[in-house]
C-alpha cells in the first residue's frame, strides 16, 4: 500500500508529464461544444431565412408576378443551395416557366433539380412534371424513358395516365387505352377521374 504522501507525488509526477494533454482535451471538448452549439445556430438561422424567402416566392407566384419569382429563384439558389427550400424553388421557377410557355426552360430546371434532389417524393414529382414537359416538347420517348424510373405504387396513376397520354400521341390507342385502365386501377386513384374517363372514350376503344 502506498502511503498518501507517495500517491500524491505519483499524481503530481502524472499530472507534471500528461497535464499539458489533459488541458487540450479540455479545451479542444469545450472549443467542441461550442463550435456544434454555433453551427446548429448558423443552421437554424439559415433555414429561418430560407424559409422567409420562399413564403416570399409562393406569394409572387400566386400573384402571376413573374420577375419577382425568378429574383427569389436566384436568391435560393445562389444562398441557399442544399437546403430543401432551394430544390423547392426550382420546382416553382418550373412552374412559373411554363405557365409562360418556357417548356424548354422549364425542362432543363426540372433536369437540374433532379439530379440535386436524390430520391424522395420532390424528385418523383419532378420527374411527373418533367414527363409533362417533354409531351409538351413532342419529346415523347424522352417522355417514357422519365416514367420508366422506379416510382412508388402511390404516384402509379399519374404515371400510367402520362404513359397513356405520350401513347396516344404515338398513335398507340390499344396501349394508352391499357394505361389509362391501369391509371384508374390504382390505388390511390387518378386526380381527375371524370377527365381520366374522358381521354379514354376519346380513343374509341371499348372498354
Do not use: C
Not at 454555433?38 to 400573384?63: D, M, N, R
Not at 426552360?105 to 436524390?118: K, P
Not at 414537359?133 to 420508366?148: M, P, S
Not at 402520362?162 to 401513347?167: A, I, Q, Y
Request: glycine share 10%; hydrophobic share 45%.
Amino acid at each position: 500500500m502506498h502511503t498518501e504522501e507517495e500517491q500524491v507525488e505519483k499524481l503530481k509526477s502524472w499530472l507534471k508529464e500528461n497535464g499539458m494533454s489533459i488541458v487540450l482535451g479540455i479545451v479542444i471538448g469545450v472549443g467542441g461544444l461550442s463550435g456544434y452549439r454555433y453551427w446548429v445556430h448558423v443552421q437554424e438561422t439559415t433555414a429561418a431565412e430560407a424559409s422567409s424567402h420562399f413564403a416570399a416566392l409562393l406569394t409572387s407566384l400566386e400573384a402571376g408576378d413573374a420577375e419577382a419569382v425568378r429574383a427569389r429563384v436566384e436568391t435560393l439558389v445562389d444562398d441557399y443551395d442544399g437546403t430543401e427550400y432551394a430544390k423547392l424553388a426550382r420546382l416553382a421557377l418550373a412552374r412559373q416557366q411554363v405557365d409562360d410557355g418556357e417548356f424548354e426552360q422549364a425542362a432543363q430546371t426540372l433536369e437540374q433539380l433532379i439530379g440535386g434532389a436524390g430520391d424522395g417524393p420532390l424528385a418523383y414529382l419532378a420527374r411527373l412534371r418533367l414527363a409533362a414537359v417533354q409531351i409538351e416538347l413532342e419529346r415523347l420517348d424522352a417522355a417514357l424513358g422519365t416514367l420508366a424510373a422506379a416510382f412508388p405504387d402511390a404516384y402509379a396513376a399519374r404515371v400510367e395516365e402520362l404513359r397513356g397520354d405520350v401513347l396516344s400521341r404515338q398513335g398507340d390507342r390499344e396501349g394508352a387505352a391499357e394505361a389509362y385502365r391501369k391509371a384508374q386501377r390504382a390505388d390511390p386513384g387518378p386526380a381527375d377521374a371524370e377527365f381520366l374517363q374522358q381521354k379514354l372514350t376519346d380513343l374509341g376503344i371499348e372498354s
